[in-house]
């Protein structure tokens, strides 16, 4: 059966990087443009791996994390925060909040796999 991996993510860059990748490991790849859809989408069908991009439209990366971890089913997908190098301070809040592992942008496939296998999701 596929791992099913939810990409939280408003810009093109990640989700193409990330899905190729995805794709190619047999993961079925569900893309929500915003947290608020993100969080419905988790209550319908809670995925195992969300990539969750920190800076997204109208709810933060760190909120989402915040709420899904709350949920009943929650604390059960392996979640990869991704943001920018300089952010130092979200990746640590992320990790406090409940990520899984953290990935700073641009990262690649070759990244994207250590990180996914480092954490037990492949």
Sequence with gaps: MAKMCLIIDDSVELDSAAGRYLEDSHFEISQ????????????????D?????ADTPKMSGLE???RLRRTERGREP???YCAQKEDTTRIGQAIWK????????PF??????FKLEQSGAV
């Design 64 to 66: 989402f994390l915040t």
């Design 108 to 113: 690649d496939a070759e990244l994207l796999a």
């Design 49 to 53: 791996v969300i990539l969750l991009d």
């Design 32 to 47: 929500a443009q915003t947290c608020n859809e993100a969080l419905t989408m988790c209550k319908e069908s809670m995925p």
């Design 98 to 105: 409940g990520a899984s592992e953290c990935l700073v942008k």
């Design 78 to 80: 392996i979640v990869l």
